[in-house]
């Protein structure tokens, strides 16, 4: 028979007052079970411990043993440093740890509490391992992940990845995977697109809720001119506010006065394909649709587009309502939020060139 080798701190304090025979406490009965490592450690327990901390040392517990004639059980934790055995037993005995444990055994201490079922083990391994992750071992333990059913420190280990897939890519642990697990390496790669994509959709999503809000800015800067009047331009019944200094209300003001006397004097207009007159004829199209001043609005050509809309209600043009239904709930939100003032811009940044309103791609 060989010697036990001590190469651990065998949770020995927690046994010996049990195990130490006279001294033994009358409510802690001697070990009834051995745990052995790899190493040829011997680390004494109690079966009903283990068998109330894990149901698959339960289940082994419980199985009749190979070997009637020997007197104590013996259970064999292999694969695994002794050291790391010897920690993961004394857990099953009290949660307390030293933070140390969990980082220099957090791999192996999450190995065996996944396969023995221990689940709140389980759980601050994996945080502890996503604690101490880097580039060396990034891939090693997101293999680890993945076996040892730990969402949440997989998710950890492909963003470390997918955000540092250049120096990731030179590890040996990249290396290796990529010879030996081409499925994880294809998972990987995916996980990076997706990550991509969604960031291309966020920004994408970002860009667009800044044009409603400029759009909606536009609209209410196009009231202002036109029914109080603002620098140079205003209504017919207004004495135009002739100050030189620029509008205090809206940064786009100076942009869209400008936009206004260009319409009014443009000899191209929009049949003749002029682009600046085509997007004022786009804002004032998408002031008529959502305004509710009705006769008394003062915004140029506002009626006629409203009894032209009417008339058209039938020809529904799904993209147009849409823009209108999102500048409409943008400028909802800029008047619960309000919008920062923004630098002096040029109205023709609002509508982009590629917009073509009945032609928008989703
Ligand atoms: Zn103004
Ligand atoms: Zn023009
Ligand atoms: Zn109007």
Same mark, same amino acid.
């Given at each position: 028979?060989?010697?036990?080798?001590?190469?651990?701190?065998?949770?020995?304090?927690?046994?010996?007052?049990? =195990?130490?025979?006279?001294?033994?406490?009358?409510?802690?009965?001697?070990?009834?079970?051995?745990?052995?490592?790899?190493?040829?450690?011997?680390?004494?327990?109690?079966?009903?411990?283990?068998?109330?901390?894990?149901?698959?040392?339960?289940?082994?517990?419980?199985?009749?043993?190979?070997?009637?004639?020997?007197?104590?059980?013996?259970?064999?934790?292999?694969?695994?440093?002794?050291?790391?055995?010897?920690?993961?037993?004394?857990?099953?005995?009290?949660?307390?740890?030293?933070?140390?444990?969990?980082?220099?055994? =957090?791999?192996?201490?999450?190995?065996?509490?996944?396969?023995?079922?221990?689940?709140?083990?389980?759980?601050?391994?994996?945080?502890?391992?996503?604690?101490?992750?880097?580039?060396?071992?990034?891939?090693?333990?997101?293999?680890?992940?993945?076996?040892?059913?730990?969402?949440?420190?997989?998710?950890?280990?492909?963003?470390?990845?997918?955000?540092?897939?250049?120096?990731?890519?030179?590890?040996?642990?990249?290396?290796?995977?990529?010879?030996?697990?081409?499925?994880?390496?294809?998972?990987?790669?995916?996980?990076?697109?997706?990550?991509?994509?969604?960031?291309?959709?966020?920004?994408?999503?970002?860009?667009?809720?800044?044009?409603?809000?400029?759009?909606?800015?536009?609209?209410?800067?196009?009231?202002?001119?036109?029914?109080?009047?603002?620098?140079?331009?205003?209504?017919?019944?207004?004495?135009?506010?002739?100050?030189?200094?620029?509008?205090?209300?809206?940064?786009?003001?100076?942009?869209?006065?400008?936009?206004?006397?260009?319409?009014?004097?443009?000899?191209?207009?929009?049949? =003749?394909?002029?682009?600046?007159?085509?997007?004022?004829?786009?804002?004032?199209?998408?002031?008529?649709?959502?305004?509710?001043?009705?006769?008394?609005?003062?915004?140029?050509?506002?009626?006629?587009?409203?009894?032209?809309?009417?008339?058209?209600?039938?020809?529904?043009?799904?993209?147009?309502?849409?823009?209108?239904?999102?500048?409409?709930?943008?400028?909802?939100?800029?008047?619960?939020?309000?919008?920062?003032?923004?630098?002096?811009?040029?109205?023709?940044?609002?509508?982009?060139?590629?917009?073509?309103?009945?032609?928008?791609?989703?």
């Amino acid at each position: 028979m060989e010697a036990p080798i001590h190469c651990a701190p065998a949770p020995d304090a927690l046994f010996k007052s049990a =195990g130490g025979g006279d001294d033994a406490s009358p409510d802690f009965p001697q070990p009834d079970v051995q745990i052995l490592t790899s190493a040829g450690l011997r680390i004494p327990a109690h079966a009903a411990v283990l068998a109330s901390a894990s149901p698959v040392l339960e289940s082994i517990v419980d199985s009749p043993p190979k070997h009637s004639s020997s007197s104590e059980r013996v259970i064999p934790i292999l694969g695994v440093p002794c050291a790391a055995v010897a920690v993961f037993v004394r857990l099953l005995y009290s949660s307390r740890y030293a933070e140390d444990e969990l980082g220099k055994f =957090g791999i192996h201490l999450l190995a065996l509490s996944h396969v023995y079922s221990v689940p709140t083990l389980k759980q601050r391994c994996a945080k502890a391992v996503g604690q101490n992750l880097t580039i060396d071992n990034v891939v090693d333990v997101l293999q680890l992940a993945r076996l040892c059913d730990a969402p949440d420190l997989y998710i950890k280990c492909m963003k470390l990845v997918s955000s540092n897939f250049k120096p990731v890519e030179q590890t040996e642990g990249w290396q290796f995977m990529q010879d030996h697990d081409p499925w994880l390496e294809l998972e990987i790669l995916q996980f990076i697109d997706q990550t991509e994509l969604r960031k291309k959709k966020a920004r994408r999503h970002r860009e667009e809720q800044r044009l409603y809000m400029e759009l909606a800015e536009a609209m209410d800067c196009l009231e202002h001119i036109c029914t109080e009047g603002c620098t140079s331009v205003g209504p017919y019944d207004v004495e135009p506010n002739r100050k030189s200094q620029p509008c205090s209300k809206f940064s786009t003001c100076q942009g869209v006065q400008l936009l206004i006397k260009h319409f009014a004097a443009c000899k191209k207009r929009v049949n =003749g394909g002029c682009s600046r007159c085509k997007r004022m004829w786009q804002l004032l199209r998408l002031h008529a649709s959502i305004c509710d001043q009705h006769d008394s609005c003062k915004v140029p050509l506002c009626r006629q587009f409203r009894l032209k809309m009417q008339q058209e209600e039938k020809g529904d043009d799904t993209l147009w309502k849409l823009l209108v239904r999102k500048v409409v709930s943008a400028r909802v939100m800029s008047t619960l939020s309000p919008f920062a003032k923004r630098k002096r811009e040029d109205i023709e940044r609002m509508l982009p060139p590629q917009m073509n309103w009945t032609h928008q791609a989703k």
